[in-house]
């Protein structure tokens, strides 16, 4: 069961990678999304922005602690068991959507019980972000913050000063004085005003989601096509940027595969001549055509069970079964319909050792989304796939894919 997505000039991505080249628990994430203020300006999309995005990083590997429409005290509280999750790990993330404001040059998030009657309270009544990324820095070799967190003056429906004799309150946000290891995303520029967009998500959302999991991209080029999008999407209103002090590259999905070893006969193998080498080709045929390609919707985690071992290697990486039944299913709720096809001619056997075998072949997709405008998702992809021969039948033990032209 390959399920790649794959964008027009991108490689394909599956759902899994999450877990390559991480653990599961060595990267937390903390989603916030604070939509309904109670005095500041009422926002659409932050729920949804922090519903998707968790969704998202949860699907790449991450162990996610998701809240929305926060007061203040259960903020701190979130807070506090983000803090406590991040104890080991390898990569820490913060991603906020909702009202923030900047007080002398000091960043905030608002709480939706926040009251805007001047900047010298509201100092009182929200929460540094400085104080989230501390925590982050200590715990953490890689901390990467997003911040889609001006989406407008949250002072403007209150009718509250923006400004006191001791302190100035502004719309947008400043720049930090970040720690080594750390990597902070501004949905736009700073002291601007980001949009909270017209559909279900905002275009700086809209554009995370879109690129995240692209195999092999770092965080700067990932910044680069959500900048793009952005700039597109809001006819140049909006120009998310970036400033960081990491000292090691990260990517949300380790890329750099090696290429499938070269083959000494030509790629297309019948399965006759496959049948010579393993002795069991047409359970191998039947393993893929019939059940990797014919996934039922409803039945993935059942189909995962099946078909994988306990702890099946995805990209190189141990997971549990049921997180890989878990990512699959997330990945095809995507989705109305499918079709996956086997390329005829493609498939490949070879034995290695007694009980064991390596399938290649070219699978063909078409996937059509469910959410209403996006386009379909379509191409071709060369799957590999490492069996284990068991009482039960063959078993996939690994799974890798790539791009095909």
Same mark, same amino acid.
């Given at each position: ?107 905030? !998030? ?207 990486? /141990? ?68 069996? !284990? ?5 063959? /078993? ?10």
């Amino acid at each position: 069961m390959c399920f790649p997505m794959v964008r027009p000039g991108f490689a394909i991505v599956l759902l899994l990678i999450a877990a390559f080249g991480a653990r599961a628990e060595g990267r937390v994430a903390l989603v916030i999304g604070n939509g309904a203020y109670q005095e500041a300006t009422s926002l659409a999309n932050p729920v949804n922005d922090a519903a998707d995005v968790a969704a998202r990083l949860r699907g790449l590997g991450f162990k996610v602690i998701e809240a929305h429409d926060l007061e203040k005290r259960a903020l701190e509280r979130r807070i506090g068991e983000f803090a406590d999750a991040l104890a080991g790990a390898d990569a820490g993330l913060f991603y906020y959507a909702g009202h923030g404001v900047q007080v002398d040059g000091r960043n905030y !998030i608002l709480p939706v019980d926040a009251r805007l009657d001047g900047a010298v309270k509201l100092q009182l009544e929200s929460v540094p972000i400085d104080q989230v990324l501390d925590i982050m820095e200590q715990q953490t070799r890689t901390s990467l913050v997003f911040l889609d967190a001006c989406r407008n003056n949250p002072f403007a429906r209150s009718g509250a000063k923006g400004s006191d004799r001791a302190a100035r309150a502004l719309s947008g946000l400043a720049p930090f004085d970040a720690a080594r290891g750390s990597f902070i995303a501004f949905s736009t520029a700073p002291g601007a005003v980001a949009l909270d967009g017209s559909g279900r998500n905002s275009p700086f959302a809209a554009a995370l989601i879109a690129h995240i999991d692209l195999p092999g991209q770092s965080i700067n080029d990932l910044m680069i096509a959500v900048r793009r999008d952005v700039v597109a999407a809001t006819g140049g209103q909006q120009r998310p940027w970036e400033q960081g002090s990491l000292v090691e590259r990260f990517e949300f999905v380790p890329g750099g595969m090696p290429p499938p070893a070269a083959e000494t006969k030509p790629p297309a193998v019948e399965v006759a001549a496959a049948e010579r080498s393993v002795g069991d080709a047409g359970a191998i045929e039947d393993l893929v055509q019939n059940r990797y390609l014919a996934p039922v919707a409803g039945d993935i985690a059942k189909m995962v069970e099946r078909l994988y071992v306990p702890a099946p290697m995805i990209f190189g990486t /141990r997971i549990e079964r049921d997180a890989a039944a878990a990512a699959k299913a997330g990945w095809f709720s995507q989705w109305t319909s499918w079709t996956l096809e086997l390329e005829r001619g493609s498939l490949a056997v070879a034995a290695r050792g007694e009980s064991r075998a390596e399938v290649r072949f070219l699978m063909r997709y078409d996937y059509r989304p469910r959410a209403a405008g996006a386009a379909p998702v379509a191409g071709r992809a060369r799957v590999t796939l490492g069996l !284990i021969r068991t009482e039960d039948g063959w /078993r996939i033990d690994s799974e890798t894919s790539e791009a095909a032209p």
